[in-house]
């Protein structure tokens, strides 16, 4: 074989080589666009045809579903639907709702690795809420919640003597999920956009680029949500109340033993008074 065949040979190699590359690297692009587009319209069917069915039913998906993070919220803090008031599970609904609305503004693809099937999308992502000012339970509602507390301290000490324990967390959890979250809600409309790297996993799968993971650099949907802490700063009185409740009812059969042991001292009293005229 001649050096200028060779050259020529080579060349054209190259230039495979390199259209194959280009090829695959629009094509992953291509799909990673289609997938982010799709999201930031909270279109999960339009998703779907940019991602693999086993991510599509992962926890990251899952966690861009409102009502997804509504039954999550419940779920972390053990009680049921059908134990709470309609404005209470509203008020949960309404914020679920306003944290997947604002979460993908917009996006600017930056940059685009492949190897062989493989490749790796990194996005700029702004957010139309600061996931880290969103997720803090503040001091104010903190102070709401101890406020709570002492106004209707002895309404819940009387519900739940007189009702039961269910009763007094219905009436608790009720009144305080909106306050809770009502605040939450605030700090999401008044924290203004942040932005995020994200980076997206892509495989080549019967020649169709599809996205089979998505990593963010901040806390999870499920942490910006704060559905734990908001549940646990939720039910803050309801351990104390139920305690003191518990310790009024206590003392309030104490009395009456005591009462009722008395009399019976009375009555002996009397009946030896008797005996000894």
């Not at 969103?134 to 101890?146: A, F, G, H, R």
């Not at 909106?178 to 203004?192: A, D, L, N, R």
Request: hydrophobic share 35%; charged share 30%.
């Amino acid at each position: 074989m001649s050096k200028r065949l060779m050259t020529v040979l080579l060349t054209m190699l190259t230039v495979m080589l390199l259209t194959g590359c280009n090829a695959n690297q629009k094509a992953a692009t291509e799909a990673a666009d289609g997938f982010l587009t799709a999201i930031m319209n909270n279109d999960k069917e339009a998703a779907a045809q940019y991602a693999t069915e086993e991510f599509m039913n992962s926890e990251t998906i899952k966690l861009m579903d409102p009502q997804y993070l509504s039954d999550n919220f419940f779920k972390e803090m053990n009680v049921s639907k059908e134990d709470l008031d309609s404005e209470a599970i509203e008020t949960v609904d309404n914020y679920a709702k306003e944290l997947v609305a604002r979460a993908y503004q917009s996006y600017e693809i930056q940059d685009v690795k492949v190897q062989k099937n493989t490749a790796s999308v990194t996005a700029k992502i702004t957010l139309g809420y600061d996931p880290e000012a969103s997720s803090q339970i503040s001091d104010e509602t903190y102070e709401l919640i101890s406020q709570y507390q002492t106004e209707h301290y002895d309404e819940l000490i009387e519900l739940y003597l007189e009702e039961g324990e269910k009763a007094m967390y219905r009436k608790l959890y009720s009144d305080l999920i909106p306050i809770v979250i009502g605040k939450m809600q605030e700090q999401i409309v008044s924290g203004g956009t942040s932005e995020e790297k994200t980076i997206l996993t892509l495989e080549k799968i019967d020649k169709q680029w599809l996205v089979t993971s998505l990593e963010e650099n901040r806390k999870t949907a499920a942490d910006a949500v704060s559905e734990k802490e908001a549940a646990e700063a939720a039910a803050a009185a309801a351990p104390a109340v139920k305690e003191s409740a518990a310790e009024d009812s206590t003392s309030a059969e104490n009395a009456e033993e005591g009462s009722t042991s008395y009399e019976y001292a009375a009555e002996d009293d009397t009946s030896e008074e008797a005996a000894a005229e």
